[in-house]
């Protein structure tokens, strides 16, 4: 079955940065397209970024285009969110997660994501 997990999260200052890793397995993960959402807290999703399977189309939303950077690595089955220049309101749970079995999801709706990992908790703090 289609597994993703999460990792790399932490603590880390205002205006530092993080590499988060979403390891994927039971499905063909070069064939489809992968996507982070976020959830702070009390808050609902909120999708963040989009890559296609060929590696040359990302999406961002506006709250961070310009300081997070989305890739994978298509032999490691592993998607990649850099993210730089933190601020506080970046705090949240992340998320990889996919459609499955859709493989070309242009959705910047995280709720229409069906499948998921179990996060990993990013804090942004003094």
């Known amino acids: 079955q289609v597994q993703l997990v999460e990792s790399g999260g932490g603590l880390v200052q205002p205006g530092g940065s993080l590499r988060l890793s979403c390891k994927a397995s039971?499905?063909?993960?070069?064939?489809?397209?992968m996507t982070w959402v976020r959830q702070a807290p009390g808050k609902g999703l909120e999708w963040i970024a989009t890559?296609?399977?060929?590696?040359?189309?990302?999406i961002y939303a506006d709250s961070v285009k310009g300081r997070f950077t989305i890739s994978r690595d298509n032999a490691k089955n592993t998607v990649y969110l850099q993210m730089n220049s933190l601020k506080p309101e970046d705090t949240a749970v992340y998320y990889c997660?996919?459609?499955?079995?859709?493989?070309?999801?242009?959705?910047?709706?995280?709720?229409?994501?069906?499948?998921w990992g179990q996060g990993t908790q990013v804090t942004v703090s003094l």
């Open positions: 890559i296609n399977s060929g590696e040359d189309t990302t």
């Open positions: 039971g499905f063909t993960f070069s064939s489809h397209w």
């Open positions: 997660a996919t459609l499955y079995p859709v493989v070309v999801v242009t959705s910047t709706d995280a709720y229409e994501y069906d499948c």
